[in-house]
């Protein structure tokens, strides 16, 4: 039962360092991009990183199911 929450510990420390890493991502997403960009390329690579976000998102989220199963 230990071994099952230190696995679960991890995945949850795991999951909470993606999501930051999306938040963060997704609220600098602006001011990562270069601005010598033309405003059409600008614009579209603030949306892949916004996208790139997103998927950090759901990450997280995969990784927080799996802690749950990791204890039952």
Do not use: I, K
Request: aromatic share 6%.
């Amino acid at each position: 039962m230990v071994e099952q929450l230190v696995h679960a510990a991890a995945l949850v420390v795991a999951a909470v360092l993606v999501g930051a890493v999306g938040y963060w991502g997704r609220s600098q997403a602006v001011t990562l991009v270069p601005a010598h960009l033309e405003v059409y390329d600008r614009e579209r690579r603030v949306r892949t990183l916004r996208r790139g976000a997103a998927s950090c998102y759901l990450a997280a989220a995969v990784l927080v199911g799996a802690a749950v199963l990791a204890v039952l």
